[in-house]
């Protein structure tokens, strides 16, 4: 069975400051990873994703991104938030060859100013 | 140019209710989803589709059935609703290039069922 976790439901941060949101998953071979942004009332937006090759990958509006199969991992972070940033953010994994997104239940960032 | 609509954005129905949510996207891609979204579980796949004609069981497929007519339009069916699918609903359409990873989804439908 193919299960992502992301252990924190809310972070809260001010701005200008860094954030980690992580992420968990347990699959045994070969995935594609990704992390959507969703405001509040919309739907969600693609952020980023990695499948092979550099384990950090870059993402729209500074986001970056690092897998680490030792962890099992794949943590979203940023250097310096905005008050924009204020979001749930969504893990995803998937299976090589695509089918459909197994989603995260979601970590709420919250940026204070 | 949203590039997936989903309407209507917001539907109350009774229970044992007929309702059908709708989604339409122009992005060319080949690969539509529904899922349901609910405080505490993320979003879970409801029903997928790789193009006009084709429906693949995702998750939580109990009470819905779906119809993709064309490339572009995905259909939900909650032909007896319960309070239980009472949730938001989002439509999703991806590339196959991309193997459904990337996925560019509408602005959801609320859905309530009394």
């Known amino acids: 069975t193919q299960t992502v976790s992301q252990s924190d439901a809310h972070v809260t941060v001010f701005e200008g400051d860094s954030v980690e949101l992580r992420c968990n998953y347990s699959?045994?071979?070969?995935?594609?990873l990704s992390w959507y942004i969703q405001h509040h009332g919309r739907g969600l937006q693609f952020l980023l994703k990695?499948?092979?090759?550099?384990?950090v990958v870059q993402g729209v509006n500074g986001f970056k991104a690092e897998f680490s199969k030792s962890d099992s991992s794949f943590h979203l972070r940023k250097a310096s938030v905005h008050w924009s940033d204020s979001a749930v953010y969504f893990c995803?994994?998937?299976?090589?060859?695509?089918?459909?997104?197994?989603f995260g239940t979601g970590t709420t960032v919250s940026v204070s100013p | 140019e949203a590039a997936v609509t989903q309407s209507p954005r917001n539907k109350v129905t009774v229970t044992g209710g007929n309702v059908t949510l709708s989604c339409r996207q122009t992005?060319?891609?080949?690969?539509m989803y529904w899922y349901r979204q609910d405080t505490g579980h993320g979003l879970r796949l409801i029903h997928y589709?790789?193009?006009?004609?084709?429906?693949q069981i995702g998750d939580v497929p109990d009470g819905y059935k779906a119809t993709r007519t064309t490339q572009e339009d995905f259909f939900l069916l909650l032909e007896l609703a319960s309070p239980s699918q009472t949730s938001l609903y989002f439509c999703?359409?991806?590339?196959?290039?991309?193997?459904?990873?990337?996925?560019?989804f509408g602005p959801g439908t609320r859905l309530t069922v009394l």
């Open positions: 699959y045994g071979g070969s995935i594609y």
């Open positions: 990695y499948y092979s090759g550099n384990p």
């Open positions: 992005n060319s891609h080949n690969y």
């Open positions: 589709s790789y193009g006009a004609g084709n429906l």
């Open positions: 995803a994994v998937s299976y090589q060859g695509g089918r459909a997104l197994i």
């Open positions: 999703a359409s991806s590339d196959a290039a991309t193997g459904g990873v990337e996925q560019y």
